[in-house]
């Protein structure tokens, strides 16, 4: 069983910067992708950015330049760091990991809210 934990989120002002961290556990779980995703009010859940294995990343068009995904294979956490934050990053993040064998899991989300 792998547990996941988001952290980071909060109020920030547009323009701000907040850093959210995802931690997991689970005795000797090895893990491919790893990612972000985030669900507006009233709107469908979308990947913001995600890493794999190998440290190549993908990001939604939107946060590209402004948002930087990051993990630490050591501790099997990852996280995103975010900038130049606008209202309408404002959303439920959440993280969800790929294990080589375990499946896909998910964290309990964090919210994110910009105020302009």
């Known amino acids: 069983q792998v547990q996941v934990v988001e952290s980071g989120g909060g109020l920030v002002q547009a323009g701000g910067s907040l850093r959210l961290s995802c931690a997991t556990s689970g005795s000797g779980v090895r893990f491919n992708e790893m990612g972000w995703y985030r669900q507006p009010p009233g709107k469908q859940r979308e990947l913001v950015a995600a890493i794999n294995s190998g440290g190549l990343t993908n990001y939604l068009f939107s946060v590209n330049g402004r948002f930087t995904i990051s993990r630490d294979n050591a501790k099997n956490t990852v996280y995103l760091q975010m900038n130049s934050l606008k209202p309408e990053d404002t959303a439920v993040y959440y993280c969800?990991?790929?294990?080589?064998?375990?499946?896909?899991?998910w964290g309990q989300g964090t919210q994110v809210t910009v105020s302009s």
């Open positions: 969800r990991v790929t294990t080589v064998h375990l499946g896909v899991y």
